[in-house]
């Protein structure tokens, strides 16, 4: 199967059934965001010896449209972000495209969708694969098709199910290509209004380019959504996954969402097995806290925490603390000021920080 053509070909049928099908839709609608961003990074190759930075320019603007056709939406769009530095062999520039095409369909007490997705990223900010001295310059792709099923059995119990099928290149950088076939089935259960257990049975195959045989994870996770209030909420999640060339991993999760009348808390914890360009499944330990506070009609205030740690043969850790202050100009614009501090232990990277202090100005027009 050649994952390649499927983003192409889904989305030239998405742009045909949409100017070909307007007579006919019941309803469209556009959305525009535009986002445009000065920041100072005092390191951007987070070397532990460097200690120069750059400015960096980025403007990235976006547009989806949706039709409904009865029991049919149609949801496609395209992203660009475009990079521009003070110096382009520390930060270079980039033009990094994003397409998708969104299909969804409502059931019998259900839905069934295809979606189809192709982005470009710099591989230093692609997470799990972001690790030690990133080449500057790697770039990481992805070509993706997913096909997803939920249906009510009864009034308690309903089941989903999801297909996926990813495949990643890189360009520049020690990192493997690849290509992931996975599948899983979740069974929920509804106690009350504010409870509901999960099942969730899930396998993938990790099959890396030119490089042997491939890898096969298979899991089973045990979880609760939860609510008190229309305030409080979270959710709980425990497993096991079995690693056919590294044997068996925890997994888990657990999170909660505070939302007040002035203010919004998200606190996140989790371990996750995941693919990686640097070789078959990878554990992470991640950890994020968000908060945000009305400091009145126009204004608001937040502060952003993030802890990652890579299991790797020598574990690579990452944390970050970000502020930032942001105001409505009016309903279509609004201005943050932002500041991240950064820092790296482990792998190459070891003791490396660095300092980002950015303004970007957003324009955002939805449901038109």
């Not at 525009?32 to 460097?50: I, K, Q």
């Not at 996954?241 to 505070?258: P, V």
């Not at 201005?335 to 482990?346: A, D, E, V």
Request: glycine share 10%; charged share 15%; with cysteine.
């Amino acid at each position: 199967m050649n994952l390649r053509r499927f983003p192409g070909l889904a989305i030239v049928l998405a742009f045909y059934m949409c100017f070909t099908g307007q007579a006919r839709a019941d309803s469209w609608q556009h959305d525009v965001t535009t986002l445009l961003s000065t920041e100072f990074d005092t390191n951007p190759v987070m070397s532990p010896t460097y200690t120069g930075g750059v400015w960096r320019e980025l403007f990235e603007p976006s547009y989806s449209l949706t039709g409904k056709f009865g029991e049919d939406e149609l949801k496609s769009g395209l992203a660009l972000q475009i990079a521009r530095s003070s110096n382009a062999t520390l930060s270079p520039f980039r033009e990094s495209p994003t397409i998708f095409v969104d299909w969804l369909r409502q059931i019998n007490a259900g839905e069934f969708g295809i979606s189809s997705r192709y982005a470009e990223i710099a591989t230093r900010d692609s997470g799990i694969d972001a690790t030690g001295l990133v080449q500057v310059a790697s770039t990481r792709t992805s070509r993706t098709l997913n096909g997803k099923l939920n249906q009510a059995v009864n009034e308690r119990n309903s089941l989903s199910a999801d297909v996926l099928f990813d495949d990643v290149s890189y360009q520049g950088g020690a990192y493997i290509d690849y290509a992931t076939r996975s599948a899983n089935m979740t069974h929920s259960y509804n106690w009350s209004e504010l409870s509901t257990t999960f099942l969730r049975i899930y396998h993938a195959d990790y099959v890396p380019k030119g490089l042997g045989s491939s890898t096969q994870l298979t899991s089973a996770t045990l979880g609760l959504n939860w609510k008190t209030t229309d305030s409080l909420e979270g959710t709980l999640q425990l497993g096991q996954a079995k690693i056919s060339d590294a044997g068996m991993a925890t997994l888990g999760t657990a999170s909660i969402q505070y939302t007040g009348q002035r203010n919004m808390l998200i606190l996140n914890a989790n371990r996750e097995v995941s693919p990686s360009g640097i070789g078959g499944f990878v554990t992470v330990d991640h950890v994020i806290g968000n908060w945000n506070y009305d400091l009145n009609e126009g204004s608001k205030i937040g502060i952003d925490l993030e802890w990652r740690k890579n299991l790797f043969n020598t574990d690579i850790i990452n944390r970050t603390f970000g502020a930032w202050l942001q105001q409505d100009l009016n309903p279509f614009w609004r201005l943050r000021t932002y500041y991240r501090y950064n820092i790296l232990n482990g792998g190459l990277g070891d003791g490396a920080t660095s300092n980002i202090l950015g303004l970007n100005l957003v324009y955002t027009h939805t449901d038109f």
